[in-house]
């Protein structure tokens, strides 16, 4: 095990001037001590999928945690929320949600045994006793938008036959169908009726 964690890349060192960098050392590694962190971070990625919904760019993100010593690292448990824009999946009408994750990770510290035993995909680390709140929030949130956003729970969607949301049109609102068989028929009846009108009467062959 020694041999395997001497041979991995020491972890680049986090910037301190990002937002979602957090400072540690307050909590000395003393398991027990706490601290509550609340920022907001403005968004420079848009969070979650394009053109269905998501987080845009310069949203603001809005972070609530606890941050606790533990053994084994910095637990960090509490809240993010923000605005989220889309379209509906089944009207394709403009929609704003409100949403709001729950948050709970621990942060490894350097020689602990969760550190030695676990790789950074399964639990991430502490560097320089800083926290990168980054990654976890950006799953997060991702994580919690819903694969198909709604205007409303009971949204009909809109007539397959006219483009119009259901909910615009008049009750009993239908189009009339044609057997396949006799469309073409139907097609050529209507070509001849509109080149008799246009030779006006009298003037038929």
Do not use: N
Not at 81 to 103: F, N
Not at 112 to 126: A, C, F, G, H, V
């Amino acid at each position: 095990m020694s041999e395997q964690k001497s041979s991995q890349a020491k972890p680049a060192p986090l910037d301190s001037r990002s937002p979602w960098v957090v400072d540690t050392r307050e909590l000395g590694r003393h398991a027990g001590l706490s601290r509550s962190v609340q920022r907001s971070v403005s968004v420079e990625t848009a969070l979650g999928v394009p053109d269905v919904i998501t987080i845009d760019v310069g949203s603001e993100l809005v972070l609530d945690l606890m941050l606790e010593s533990v053994v084994e690292g910095v637990l960090v448990s509490g809240t993010a929320t923000a605005i989220a824009t889309g379209h509906c999946a089944r009207c394709l009408d403009p929609i704003t949600e409100d949403v709001e994750v729950d948050l709970t990770e621990l942060f490894a510290y350097p020689g602990s045994t969760t550190e030695e035993t676990t790789s950074e995909e399964e639990i991430p680390r502490l560097v320089d006793d800083r926290i990168d709140l980054e990654p976890i929030v950006r799953d997060a949130v991702v994580l919690a938008f819903p694969l198909a956003p709604l205007c409303e729970d009971d949204c009909l969607g809109l007539c397959v036959e006219c483009g119009v949301k259901w909910a615009d049109l008049e009750p009993g609102h239908g189009h009339e169908k044609i057997d396949p068989r006799w469309a073409a028929l139907v097609e050529r009846f209507d070509d001849e009726s509109g080149e008799d009108q246009a030779k006006g009467p009298g003037k038929q062959a």
